[in-house]
């Protein structure tokens, strides 16, 4: 059986305390991220620039200020190569999955190349959007 899996990036606006995954970023466009994962996919993880891959319902973890955006391509391989590393752990690279990143290029960029070959299926709904045509296509969708 196939499945549908949201992967959705961190944000920069967090709670001040830790906080399992889900609940630590607290932007509004993190929200519509989330509500839209939670509604339309079959499962959803996070990609943090710190931690790589988070589970929702994780153990709860620091604020932390650390971006993608904007950061030297090697760290960005460094870190696509540890997420490429843990979706493969989690079963999440398999013909039968389809990825959908509700993610910037910061975040997609340098992991698609790694994940290809892997025989998962990836999209991305937004791809190609300025960030306010980006929160207009989720609260269209919402």
């Known amino acids: 059986m196939s499945q549908e899996i949201g992967l959705v990036s961190c ?3 967090k709670q001040d ?3 399992p995954p889900k609940a630590l970023y607290t932007s509004s466009y993190f929200r519509k991220m989330r509500a839209y994962a939670e509604q339309y996919h079959d499962d959803w993880w996070i990609l943090s620039a710190k931690h790589g891959l988070l589970a ?3 153990p709860s973890i620091e604020p932390y200020d650390e971006t993608l955006s904007g950061a030297p391509v090697a760290r960005k391989r460094e870190w696509a190569d540890q997420v490429a590393a843990q979706l493969a752990e989690h079963g999440l690279l398999s013909e039968d999955v389809t990825l959908v990143l509700h993610a910037g290029k910061d975040y997609y ?3 698609l190349p790694r994940i290809e070959d892997s025989g998962v299926t990836v999209e991305i709904p937004t791809e190609g ?3 306010g045509e980006t929160q207009a296509w989720y ?3 919402l």
């Open 17 to 19: 305390q830790p906080a």
């Open 11 to 13: 944000v920069k606006t």
């Open 139 to 141: 609260n269209e969708q």
């Open 109 to 111: 960029e340098e992991l």
């Open 56 to 58: 929702p319902d994780g």
């Open 129 to 131: 959007l300025a960030i």
